[in-house]
Nanobody, 114 residues
């Protein structure tokens, strides 16, 4: 059982920045951030493998950057040039190949508003 604990959400103005962190209690092969806006499905924002290979949604290209510290089992999401449409609950997700489940954090609210 791996637990994921997110932190760093909050209120930001349009054009501002926030940095999310997610600490895992164990080692995970992939770690990802998902965003869920009110009334919408949970969608992948960015993901990163333990090797450093990343993938991201087109909507955050050039604005958000995912990184991870394998020694700390922690993944980060640097969010720059925030837009009101980035407002969502952001969830950390992680897993290992061949496992019968993935792991989710409790979510952290990001609100972008002037």
């Amino acid at each position: 059982q791996v637990q994921l604990v997110e932190s760093g959400g909050g209120l930001a103005q349009p054009g501002g920045s926030l940095r999310l962190s997610c600490a895992a209690s164990g080692r995970l092969y992939w770690m990802s951030w998902y965003g869920q806006a009110p009334g919408k499905q949970r969608d992948l924002v960015e993901g990163i493998l333990s090797s450093g290979v990343t993938n991201y949604a087109d909507s955050v290209k050039g604005r958000f950057t995912i990184s991870r510290d394998n020694a700390k089992n922690t993944v980060y999401l640097q969010m720059n040039s925030l837009k009101p449409e980035d407002t969502a609950v952001y969830y950390c997700n992680g897993g290992v190949p061949g496992a019968d489940r993935t792991y989710w954090g409790q979510g952290t609210q990001v609100t972008v508003s002037s």
